[in-house]
């Protein structure tokens, strides 16, 4: 990479229902030409790349035949000019000041990576959906920043980083690949995801999740376990009465993704399209 303007690259297939409304979100306040935006559109059959070439003149949309995350980000990484990048999914809000404030984080000497914390938007979710997500938004490694969706990575990084194995979980890759030491959580800074509002969409999600971080033992270490962290999120849910009614359904999504993991180890991908339908009011 040269030393040109900071680069966010997104990664998008099929997503023509929620991407100009990411763009708009992360550039509203940029500067013209502070960022330069790469959408890596991938196995697309839609809209996507016309809409997000229209949304400003700071975004170019590069079109790929493979239906691919992995491939979009080695493509997306390869062509930024910029001399640190941001990893933006295709369905996330977070604002301009926050885009800048996880790319001026990789700049400091010794970070490599730089993440914020996750918001939920339940807007729309049934009540089985927000009950997992009363739960879910209890446990101690979300205190940390969310290791997902919004990420910032220095010239370091990117050289670290390579060229991506074919993963499922991309993220839980990035984070066992990056010492903890090089990872710098910027407080002030949130992004929004869009939960799926049915509680078989849910399902889904994080059917993919469990079968995403079982094959990454093919590629990466995984680290070791934390049991500290289970302690005190069972002790937080335990003394926390206003949550036992939920614990239920988090425990039953959490065991049926896992068995549906094991049974269908084959299975790639599992999209939520829920959470990308306006609405109804």
Not at 47 to 68: F, G, M, N, P
Not at 250 to 266: D, E, S
Request: with cysteine; net charge positive.
């Amino acid at each position: 990479m040269n030393s040109a303007q900071n680069c966010i690259i997104v990664p998008a297939h099929n997503e023509e229902a929620v991407i100009r409304a990411t763009l708009d979100s992360v550039l509203k306040d940029a500067n013209p030409g502070e960022f330069e935006v790469l959408v890596v559109c991938n196995g697309c059959s839609d809209r996507t790349a016309s809409i997000a070439a229209e949304a400003s003149s700071d975004v170019k949309a590069i079109e790929l035949e493979e239906a691919s995350k992995i491939a979009a980000i080695n493509i997306g990484l390869r062509f930024a000019k910029g001399r640190s990048v941001l990893l933006l999914d295709a369905d996330i809000q977070i604002s301009t000041s926050d885009a800048r404030s996880l790319l001026n984080e990789v700049d400091r000497v010794g970070t490599e990576v730089a993440i914020g914390h996750m918001d939920v938007d339940l807007q729309g979710a049934d009540f089985m959906v927000r009950a997992f997500y009363r739960v879910w938004q209890q446990h101690p490694y979300l205190k940390n920043g969310k290791f997902a969706a919004a990420i910032a990575l220095s010239a370091e990084g990117v050289d670290r980083i390579g060229v991506l194995p074919p993963v499922t979980a991309d993220d839980t890759y990035l984070k066992r690949l990056f010492p903890a030491r090089l990872v710098s959580v910027v407080p002030a800074v949130r992004f929004t995801a869009k939960a799926p509002r049915t509680i078989q969409s849910l399902i889904k999600v994080r059917t993919r999740s469990q079968r995403g971080t079982g094959q990454l033992k093919e590629h990466i270490e995984a680290p070791a376990a934390d049991g500290t962290q289970r302690t005190r999120f069972i002790r937080s849910l335990v003394l926390s009465p206003r949550l036992w009614a939920a614990v239920p359904v988090y425990l039953a999504v959490a065991v049926i993704a896992r068995i549906q993991a094991v049974r269908k180890p084959t299975v790639r991908w599992e999209r939520d399209l829920t959470a990308r339908v306006p609405v109804a009011k």
